[in-house]
């Protein structure tokens, strides 16, 4: 058998965290043989067939045993003490999915997977080949567009690198335990949703939490809910679910009382097998794939996988009941999935281990205990520091045409037309990293006019990290927020950063609040060598000297929040940090485009130069119709010193930059500029 050549090589003799395979860990034996089955099938995301119950012959030369299904009546039993399924290995090439891209070719009999791939990314709600130019490929084996696009969604929601490619940090995601609960729901909610709550005084924290409700946000008109069980639902199961309603009544304005009469009750709870009456799209797995799941208000049905191995509090190899519970009662009541990891809602669901010790809500009046309104997801919280300063008169902008204008035409276009400027669209969404038909199967669209898939899949991918509504389609918000002014360094390079990577914070105090923030880096993360914290700037010698005093002010800050120091030098061959104005074509391989549109570029340490256009209305405070210098130098200096754009709007770190607006560095952009200098 040919050595199937991965990027990663694993450890031998591991055992799957929680009692569950890891396909990282399942190796080829150079002396193999695999009859009628492929191993992926059994092995597939979501355990939708599981190698405990292989019923074809496989021979595996000193590979080890497979627990298969046993021909007593004790069988289900003597799966649930031996539970994990151990693989002897003799070999460090992974048989497995793991590093798989789009494009890539492997034998054929382990490519079978993909069409299982494309199944499990279905049920999950990240494809959809209906109505897509690829539909031929929805029950194949090809890693097409449609599918990147599918496995760059799922990374994104779950904080992973977001390449498309299939790295051993997403099959494992993947193969963990779950709710059998859609992620997105026709293409309308999405666990990165990042609203923003409004903040009503000054100086307060300003937060962005990641729960997600059902499309249409359905809810209960009545806050007292009745529950019962189905006939056979064991004590214990019973007494956590009662504890798990508890918890919520404790933190919302519902009510929950327990009723004897289950065909009267509102929320109706038991446990399910398999086919079990829901429908074929909601088919429980068996053990270790699809844990529970849950309905949206108000039909209010709740069912525990009668497969899984299921404990009261934290028990190895099991699952909790309560942790359960309070997760699907969440969906009962009308939350979807969080991309907050420490979440109740968040999707995976732990294995020995317990989630929900308390839930708790911040006491701020804003966060009203409502559950449509609930943050039950952890949120995060930063710190905006306000900029004062006082204007000087400018000649507005406003009468002056933008580059980005005709992004205006293409209001309300989607999949399937073919509109003149969609061109141009994707030129936009290639310079800012969202687009790249390099090495795509529909090359042939990157210089055309036709919406195709890999730009529905751009434009989603630049909705998600600006917080709007990612369908894909151009809406009127998706349009307006494409059309502002902003920086001219890339959101995404190379795959390899993204503004919404969520990087969580640690706390350490009892009871602390979580924090996901959102800076990102440069790819490789380039910083300035720790033994030069003192950096030197210059300005061409056309520079007018507001805008030397706005930057120089703009150091100071960055200075105040950071190890740097900074000082002028007269120098500007031998500066570290080159800074000028400069118009059109200026030679640095990245030209401006007149009023409005790109308002600067810098670039990643160590390079030094920074760029302002001289074709915008500048000012040196917030005055309508111009930038204001400082703001825009504190954007520029951040990327001098190594981060990239942040989703947060109120981050000085933001890609768009509004006239008349004065701004200060935020909360994500001290964390992200300690983060990576670790400091």
């Not at 849950?294 to 996988?305: E, I, K, M, V, W």
């Not at 998706?478 to 706390?507: E, F, L, Q, Y």
């Not at 790109?598 to 040196?620: C, K, M, N, Q, V």
Request: charged share 20%; proline share 4%.
């Amino acid at each position: 058998m040919d050595n199937v050549e991965t990027a990663q090589q694993v450890e031998s003799g591991s055992e799957a965290e929680g009692g569950r395979m890891d396909l990282g860990k399942v190796m080829e034996a150079s002396d193999l043989e695999v009859e009628t089955v492929v191993v992926w099938q059994h092995l597939i995301l979501g355990n939708m067939m599981k190698a405990a119950e292989v019923e074809s012959e496989m021979k595996v030369a000193e590979l080890g045993w497979v627990r298969r299904r046993g021909g007593g009546s004790d069988w289900r039993e003597k799966r649930r003490r031996s539970r994990v399924v151990r693989w002897r290995l003799k070999s460090h090439h992974p048989l497995n999915l793991s590093s798989i891209w789009k494009g890539a070719t492997r034998v054929k009999r382990y490519v079978e997977g993909l069409q299982q791939l494309k199944a499990y990314l279905e049920k999950f709600g990240y494809l959809n080949y209906n109505h897509s130019q690829n539909q031929n490929h929805a029950n194949d084996d090809d890693f097409d567009d449609l599918l990147e696009a599918a496995v760059k969604t799922y990374q994104l929601n779950y904080h992973l690198k977001a390449a498309g490619t299939l790295y051993a940090k997403t099959v494992s995601n993947m193969m963990k335990p779950r709710c059998g609960n859609a992620d997105i729901i026709n293409g309308t909610n999405w666990m990165r949703g990042g609203k923003k709550r409004p903040n009503q005084v000054h100086n307060t924290f300003n937060t962005v939490s990641h729960f997600t409700l059902y499309p249409g946000n359905p809810k209960w008109p009545s806050n007292q809910l009745t529950y019962a069980f189905l006939p056979g639902t064991n004590s214990d199961a019973q007494s956590a679910v009662a504890r798990a309603f508890d918890k919520w009544a404790a933190q919302t304005h519902f009510t929950f009382s327990r009723s004897q009469d289950l065909g009267s009750a509102n929320l109706k709870i038991g446990f399910g097998r398999l086919d079990h009456g829901d429908g074929i799209q909601n088919a429980f797995d068996g053990p270790w794939g699809t844990v529970a799941h849950a309905f949206r208000p108000t039909d209010g049905r709740f069912h525990y996988d009668e497969d899984e191995s299921w404990s009261v509090g934290a028990v190895p190899n099991a699952v909790d009941y309560e942790t359960v519970a309070l997760h699907e009662i969440g969906h009962l009541l009308g939350l979807d999935h969080s991309s907050v990891p420490e979440a109740i809602m968040y999707s995976i669901i732990p294995v020995g281990a317990t989630k929900g010790s308390s839930i708790e809500i911040p006491s701020s009046s804003i966060m009203a205990a409502r559950i449509f309104q609930l943050c039950l997801c952890i949120f995060f919280f930063t710190l905006a520091f306000p900029l004062s300063s006082h204007a000087i008169p400018s000649k507005p902008n406003a009468e002056k045409p933008s580059s980005f204008d005709f992004i205006k035409h293409l209001e309300g276009c989607h999949k399937g037309e073919t509109v003149e400027g969609l061109q141009q669209l994707k030129k936009f969404l290639e310079t800012f990293g969202y687009l790249n038909y390099n090495h795509s199967q529909n090359q042939s669209h990157a210089n055309d006019d036709d919406f195709d898939d890999l730009l529905e899949a751009a434009v989603k991918t630049y909705q998600l990290n600006y917080h709007l509504k990612a369908t894909g389609t151009l809406d009127t918000q998706t349009v307006s927020k494409m059309s502002s002014p902003r920086c001219g360094v890339a959101d995404i390079v190379n795959g390899t950063n993204w503004m919404r990577a969520g990087k969580k914070r640690s706390n350490h105090g009892h009871n602390a609040l979580h924090t996901v923030s959102h800076y990102s880096f440069f790819e490789g993360d380039p910083k300035w060598p720790a033994s030069q914290t003192h950096l030197t700037y210059g300005f061409l010698p056309e520079t007018k000297q507001d805008a030397r005093n706005a930057v120089a002010r703009a150091f100071d800050k960055w200075a105040s929040a950071t190890q740097f120091t900074f000082s002028q030098s007269q120098d500007f061959g031998s500066a570290n940090l080159k800074i000028g104005f400069h118009r059109r074509d200026h030679g640095d391989g990245h030209p401006f485009d007149g009023p409005l549109g790109i308002l600067a570029h810098a670039w990643a340490p160590t390079d030094g130069r920074f760029h302002y256009d001289a074709d915008e209305t500048w000012s040196t405070g917030p005055t309508p119709g111009a930038f204001e210098l400082e703001t825009v130098a504190l954007h520029e200096i951040g990327h001098l010193l190594g981060l990239g754009h942040s989703s947060v709007p109120d981050a000085i770190m933001y890609a768009s930059i509004g006239q008349g607006v004065a701004k200060g560095l935020h909360g994500d952009d001290i964390q992200g500029i300690k983060a990576l200098y670790n400091v």
